[in-house]
């Protein structure tokens, strides 16, 4: 769905990681706005609005599992992708059971991260025309 304009949120405490997804998203015309921490996005996001979120699993303070969980319930259903630098099956489990879509270790293809961005976004349009 590039082309579209769409926003994709990244939450990754490696600056590298936040950069290279930036590069690779606004070649296919993303909107991109990305937070170095959970806290960060928690402060900073404002109540804008994302079509997708690439978020990691270790980080500092909040980790991504909490984040997830605390979005979960405040009744967020933002499509989630998550991408961890460390293959944790317990983190990934839970991961899974508080709604992400996707789980990737780092580091992720190109290709399959943008079907998964593209089958999130995509799942997210349909949900919200049913409802």
Known sequence: MPGQHRIIFIVDDDDAVRDSLRA???????????????????????????????????????????????????????????ITGRSDPVLK????ENGAFALFDKPVAEDALLRA???????????AKQA
Do not use: W, Y
């Open 24 to 82: 690779l998203l606004e070649s296919l015309d993303f909107e991109v706005q990305d937070f170095g921490s959970a806290m960060e996005f928690l402060e900073r996001k404002n109540g804008s609005r994302a079509d997708c979120l690439l978020l990691d699993l270790h980080m500092p303070q909040i980790d991504g599992i909490r984040l997830l969980e605390q979005m979960r319930a405040n009744g967020s259903q933002l499509p989630t992708i998550v």
């Open 93 to 96: 489990r839970r991961a899974m």
């Open 117 to 127: 961005i593209d089958g999130a976004i995509a799942t997210n349009t349909r949900a």
